[in-house]
Every structure is written in C-alpha cells, then in structure tokens.
C-alpha cells in the first residue's frame, strides 16, 4: 500500500500551488481567512479523492491554521469518527461561510452528533458557530432521507427564534434551513411557508428578509 503523504508535505504542496489571485478570488466571494493559499475547492476535492479518508491527517491539517489545509481536513475527516467536542472546537475556528458551510453539508451532517449541535449553536454568538448550526440544519434537511419530519417541524422554533439576528451570515443561514426544510416534502413545505408567512410580517427587518426570501424559493417549487 502506497504510503499516505505527512501533514507537512500536504501543506507545503498546497502552498506552492496556490496564488495571490486565487486569495484574491476567494476575497471577491467574501471568503476571508488569516492564513490562505488561494486553491481551488477543485483541486483540494481531487487531492482528498486520492488520499481517502484519514482521521488522525485530518486532525493535523486543521491544527495548520491555514484555509486550504482546514477545507481538506474536512474532505478527509470519516464522520464515524468525528466527536461532539471535535465538532465544537472546529466550529469555533470557522473564519468564514465556506469553511463552515463546507464541514456542516460535508461532513458534520453524517455524525450522530448533528441534531445536538443545531440546537445547541443555533444560541450561540459567534456568528459563524451560530450560522453552523443553521447551515447543518438545511444540510440535514437536505441530505437525512430516514429522520421523520417531528424534528424538522419543531426546529421551525429555532428558526423563527432566531430571525432576528440581523448579521449577514445567520440571517442567510437561518433563510437556507427554513428552505431545506419545505424542500423536504409537501407537509414540511406547508408548515416552512407558515413559518415564513409570519417572518414576512415581522417589525424586525431581518425577520422580513428571511420570510420573503423563503417564500419566494418555496413557490417556485
């Protein structure tokens, strides 16, 4: 068996192919990390394709601080392994929505630990721990064909709950679960779009945003 490359050849190899307009590109997105190498979700996808799957390489890769070695830890990380503090302390280092976007739709919805971190995130002020928990939520929504619809409906609170918050991130994050949720089937879709309904007459401006954005998805579906 071909022996797997170290932490450190890995990051010294997504180094010399990244590029200052690749960083710059990703800043054009709103993709804004301290340490960044400007590479494709392509091409860390391809390179953990031919990697495969390795908890402990995951593990250092995300200690390296850097975007690229974090989006490829995600991509690498097995979800059977993934632990409720690992998932804790990964969120709290998300700089960004791509980062957080990508382990929740990637990775954090296939542990067991999912429906736990939506409710306990969803409260946090972080904005992008407390975006993660409503990203998980529509990645759920999305990918959990076997879960009934009794969670899906009571997170519904949770959504309206934290409408509110005006910050960019969640408020976007908050639209996309409410979303995923009436894209799961025609009695989600009802009760997404009586939630949004109220949303959509709320005093609260961010409310507002998220009802009519919701609204106007679920109709064309």
Avoid at 37 to 53: C, E, H, P, Q, T
Avoid at 112 to 117: S, T
Avoid at 133 to 161: E, I, W, Y
Wanted: charge should be positive; proline fraction near 2%.
């Amino acid at each position: 068996m071909k022996e797997k490359p170290s932490a450190t050849a890995i990051m010294a190899h997504l180094h010399r192919k990244g590029s200052k307009a690749g960083v710059a590109g990703m800043a054009r997105y709103g993709i804004v990390a301290k340490k960044a190498y400007g590479v494709s979700v392509g091409d860390l996808r391809a390179m953990a394709k031919k990697i495969g799957r390795d908890h402990d390489l995951a593990a250092r890769l995300w200690k390296s601080g850097v975007f690229e070695g974090r989006m490829l830890a995600v991509f690498l990380e097995d979800p059977e392994l993934v632990t409720s503090r690992q998932m804790d302390t990964w969120a709290r280092d998300f700089e960004n929505w791509a980062d957080c976007d990508t382990a929740c739709f990637h990775l954090f919805d296939k542990t067991p630990h999912a429906w736990k971190k939506i409710e306990q995130w969803s409260s946090r002020k972080d904005e992008f721990v407390k975006r993660a928990a409503f990203a998980l939520l529509a990645s759920v929504a999305l990918h959990d064909k076997n879960t009934p619809d009794a969670p899906f409906q009571g997170s519904l609170a949770l959504v309206a709950r934290e409408a509110g918050d005006d910050r960019n991130f969640v408020k976007k994050g908050v639209s996309w679960a409410l979303r995923g949720i009436g894209h799961r089937n025609s009695k989600l879709r009802a009760a997404a779009m009586k939630t949004a309904a109220r949303l959509a007459e709320s005093e609260i401006a961010s409310a507002r945003w998220i009802g009519k954005d919701a609204i106007r998805d679920l109709k064309r579906t």
